[in-house]
């Protein structure tokens, strides 16, 4: 479960405990270590594989990223091309079974594939940066503001690590991105990525690879932070209102039940929130030398929002799995995985609780 460690000195507990038999200094021990913010340094549990907060637990983290990124984009290709074939196209591609019928009927069934390649290679390269960067920067700016901000204060701390991790995965994904929506929707263009790479810098150069980023930081970015922050906040309230146990008491499969769950809620919101965003992206792929407010004057307000139905679908999925994989990952690595976060005991105490 990604779930911020406000309190991550608990996995030396047992380790405390076994020292130090006096309750009264063990408590003093754990307090000490939590305001020094040791959990960085701590040693991991045993049946765990590494340390939280070490350079391996990072680099794992990215690792997992990697995998339930590229699979489940790579896995709906199919859908995602005809969503881009019905934001560049309407009057062709009219909504999604049509889409569907069009493209077999012109292209067959392997034209459902088209831009696996650059999508696997896009979105495994941006879920390293994104998933792992974002275990990082939570780290980073908890150790800024102190446990207690980071608590009271910690749907802003989710967006503020999100937002900076996909700034840098979006340098990762734009060339690759930009690939697949040339192959997906100018006909006749290309069929496959080492068709497609050489023509686009022989026409455009290195621009071509990047000269959607601005949109595609537009989408990307609100999307990511819906996508952890409401993850964050959802596994908050399903354990809390709507799970009948403890998250300690569940078994590994029912935790990763919760994560499918609150992962297709946050997929939902992020479909909303980014789509125009997607749309401009789409767009300025298609059309050469074209610019944002070309595209907005052509289209129209109404315009940016085609293809929503298929994108909720698709990234309502893609997230839940996204998530499911993760820590599924996490589980399968032996990974530490904090439980979601309780209030701090020094401001229980101001606050008289």
């Known amino acids: 479960?990604?779930?911020?460690?406000?309190?991550?000195?608990?996995?030396?507990?047992?380790?405390?405990?076994?020292?130090?038999?006096?309750?009264?200094?063990?408590?003093?021990?754990?307090?000490?270590?939590?305001?020094?913010?040791?959990?960085?340094?701590?040693?991991?549990?045993?049946g765990?594989?590494?340390?939280?907060?070490?350079?391996?637990?990072?680099?794992?983290?990215?690792?997992?990223?990697?995998?339930?990124?590229?699979?489940?984009?790579?896995?709906?290709?199919?859908?995602?091309?005809?969503?881009c074939r019905i934001q560049v196209n309407p009057q062709k591609y009219k909504n999604v079974g049509t889409g569907f019928k069009v493209t077999i009927k012109e292209d067959g069934i392997k034209g459902l594939a088209k831009g696996w390649a650059p999508t696997l290679l896009g979105y495994s390269a941006q879920g390293t940066f994104k998933f792992g960067l974002y275990e990082v920067f939570k780290v980073v700016y908890h150790d800024i503001i102190g446990?207690?901000?980071?608590?009271?204060?910690?749907?802003?701390?989710y967006l503020a690590a999100s937002a900076t991790a996909e700034f840098f995965a979006d340098l990762a994904l734009s060339p690759m991105e930009a690939v697949k929506v040339k192959i997906q929707t100018t006909e006749g263009y290309a069929n496959t990525l080492r068709e497609a790479m050489?023509?686009?810098?022989?026409?455009?150069?290195?621009?071509?690879?990047?000269?959607?980023?601005?949109?595609?930081?537009?989408?990307?970015?609100?999307?990511t932070m819906m996508k952890f922050s409401c993850f964050e906040r959802t596994i908050e309230i399903l354990y809390q209102y709507v799970?009948?146990?403890?998250r300690n008491e569940c078994t590994k499969a029912e935790q990763l039940v919760v994560t499918f769950t609150a992962g297709y809620i946050a997929g939902i919101f992020c479909a909303i929130v980014s789509h125009p965003a997607d749309t401009l992206v789409s767009k300025l792929n298609?059309?050469?030398g074209s610019s944002v407010g070309d595209i907005v004057k052509e289209i129209g307000f109404m315009g940016l929002w085609g293809g929503i139905?298929?994108?909720?679908?698709?990234?309502?999925?893609?997230?839940?799995?996204?998530?499911?994989?993760?820590?599924?990952?996490?589980?399968?690595?032996?990974?530490?995985?904090?439980?979601?976060?309780?209030?701090?005991?020094?401001?229980?105490?101001?606050?008289?609780?």
Not at 147 to 157: A, F
Not at 207 to 212: D, G, N
Not at 340 to 345: A, C, F, G, I, L
């Open 1 to 46: 479960m990604s779930s911020f460690p406000f309190k991550y000195t608990f996995c030396q507990e047992d380790t405390i405990r076994n020292k130090h038999e006096d309750k009264g200094t063990q408590r003093e021990l754990v307090k000490s270590l939590v305001n020094q913010r040791k959990y960085l340094l701590a040693a991991a549990n045993p």
């Open 243 to 246: 799970v009948p146990k403890p």
């Open 309 to 353: 139905v298929p994108r909720i679908i698709m990234i309502g999925t893609l997230t839940a799995l996204q998530w499911f994989i993760y820590d599924g990952f996490k589980v399968a690595m032996r990974m530490p995985r904090p439980p979601p976060p309780e209030m701090p005991e020094s401001l229980r105490r101001k606050l008289g609780k």
């Open 286 to 288: 298609q059309k050469k």
């Open 147 to 157: 446990e207690e901000y980071s608590y009271i204060y910690r749907t802003t701390l």
């Open 48 to 83: 765990e594989s590494c340390e939280f907060g070490s350079s391996k637990y990072f680099l794992l983290c990215g690792l997992g990223g990697m995998i339930a990124c590229g699979s489940t984009h790579t896995l709906v290709t199919p859908l995602d091309l005809v969503k």
């Open 198 to 223: 050489p023509k686009m810098y022989k026409e455009e150069g290195l621009y071509s690879f990047f000269k959607s980023l601005g949109p595609l930081w537009m989408r990307q970015i609100p999307y």
